[in-house]
């Protein structure tokens, strides 16, 4: 829902992604005209899209991301080894 899917080639607007949704409602925001009731709806359903969105990364933190977290915090690794002093003989 955040990010194209990187196996498309040329340009392509995928009308579902979160991003695309707001950038119609921007352009109806900054239009010098009234709202129509079309633009309306298009606001009030992008906003409904991000509170969503919003909901569903904030779960992924709280459940998923959280269980990952602590485990990989437990297990205390590090990238470096310890090695013996260099000594010429």
Do not use: C, H
Not at 15 to 38: C, F, H, W
Not at 80 to 85: I, L, R
């Amino acid at each position: 829902m955040l990010f194209p899917d990187k196996n498309i080639q040329g340009i392509y607007s995928n009308p579902k992604l979160v991003t695309n949704k707001m950038r119609g409602a921007y352009s109806a925001i900054y239009d010098m005209q009234p709202l129509t009731e079309n633009q309306k709806l298009a606001l009030k359903q992008t906003v409904t899209i991000v509170e969503n969105t919003v909901k569903r990364i904030q779960q992924f933190y709280d459940g998923p991301w959280k269980v990952y977290r602590e485990a990989a915090e437990k297990v205390n690794l590090t990238p470096f080894k310890n090695y013996k002093p260099l000594k010429l003989e």
